[in-house]
T-cell receptor, first 114, second 111 residues
């Protein structure tokens, strides 16, 4: 158990819908990272927040957005969902703002878009 | 982006040694990570190299050569539980620090 929690564990929804994935980092960690993992794309970095502020951006689509709240939990919002958005979405946390700090991954949310 | 290449699959026998190679082409290299991921589970951190040389951690060792854009992960005394995907990830320094992952190497350990 990494100490990072993600909800829900599984999510099935239809194309065109909007969903919110939630992540709580390990106690004491200020950085939260979001990743998408699909069979054909591998693990892709989406976005990072550090202490409430956006820190780094990766291959995140405009239909996706994220935020980190004052209690440090983070939410990833996915809208206008397409079949290709079906994937495992991982959240990771680390102590500091740089990704050289060891990242601890949550169990992931499996999103299925039908 | 970064080109990160690693073999797709490797098979080895319990008790043996396996070496997983990773090559990368990137500017602003600032460290290389190895992660282990069992099927359907989250990746777990194995090692971090930023300087050339070998880092040893129990049965696992990781090597880096920055001039060659090359790293390897060495798994010794293989156990059945080592069957997993091993992900090589490169950190680059640009405006921000980002991690880019390779596609992963699936290692199957056979009795």
């Amino acid at each position: 158990d990494s100490g990072v929690t993600q909800t829900p564990k599984h999510l099935i929804t239809a194309t065109g819908q909007r969903v919110t994935l939630r992540c709580s980092p390990r106690s004491g960690d200020l950085s939260v990272y979001w990743y998408q993992q699909s069979l054909d794309q591998g693990l892709q970095f989406l976005i990072q927040y550090y202490n409430g502020e956006e820190r780094a951006k990766g291959n995140i689509l405009e239909r996706f957005s994220a935020q980190q709240f004052p209690d440090l939990h983070s939410e990833l919002n996915l809208s206008s969902l397409e079949l290709g958005d079906s994937a495992l979405y991982f959240c990771a946390s680390s102590v500091g703002p740089e990704s050289s700090y060891e990242q601890y991954f949550g169990p992931g949310t499996r999103l299925t878009v039908t | 982006g970064q080109n990160i290449d690693q073999p797709t699959e490797m098979t080895a026998t319990e008790g043996a040694i396996v070496q997983i190679n990773c090559t990368y082409q990137t500017s602003g290299f600032n460290g290389l990570f190895w992660y282990q991921q069992h099927a359907g589970e989250a990746p777990t951190f194995l090692s971090y190299n930023v300087l050339d040389g070998l880092e040893e951690k129990g049965r696992f060792s990781s090597f880096l050569s920055r001039s060659k854009g090359y790293s390897y992960l060495l798994l010794k005394e293989l156990q059945m539980k080592d069957s997993a995907s091993y992900l090589c990830a490169v950190r680059v320094r640009g405006n921000d620090y980002k991690l880019s992952f390779g596609a992963g190497t699936t290692v199957t350990v056979r009795a």
